[in-house]
């Protein structure tokens, strides 16, 4: 009978082959949201309290605009595993990008300016993630 040795870098290997890396343990989280104890809870939170500071940060902007805009807008969302935010993309119409040309750097801004993040957990360890933020932009 054969023996073979096995590595643990290759049971590793072999494990992070069959894990759902789309399904996360823990999505990631602000500080006040730690304190949720259900997973959709802790999400909602997570996704509510960054749409709250978006919109907040952008309402500080006074513009004038030529149109009304009533426009959604699509903001793709990287966590890092170090909990690092980021903007990966944008979907806005160019009706949006012409009346306001400073609209994604106002995003990015306001993504730089959010408190601490924590990030996405699976298994323990911190994991990258990235979710879709659907915004609502109009004039009054």
């Known amino acids: 009978m054969e023996t073979k040795k096995v590595f643990s870098d290759e049971i590793a290997a072999e494990e992070l082959k069959h894990i759902n890396w789309n399904d996360v343990e823990t999505y990631p989280s602000f500080p006040e949201c730690e304190k949720c104890d259900e997973k959709a809870k802790q999400k909602r939170c997570f996704e509510q309290r960054l749409t709250q500071i978006i919109y907040e940060n952008l309402e500080t902007h006074q513009v004038v605009l030529q149109d009304s805009l009533h426009e959604k807008v699509m903001v793709v969302i990287g966590v890092s595993a170090k909990g690092e935010v980021k903007i990966d993309s944008l ?9 306001l040309p400073e609209f994604e750097n106002w995003l990015e801004k306001a ?23 659907p915004l609502t932009i109009q004039s009054e």
Not at 125 to 131: A, C, K, L, Y
């Open 91 to 99: 979907k806005a119409s160019e009706h949006l990008r012409e009346q």
């Open 111 to 133: 993504v730089t300016n959010l408190p601490k993040t924590y990030p996405a957990q699976k298994r323990g360890i911190p994991v990258n993630t990235s979710f879709q933020l």
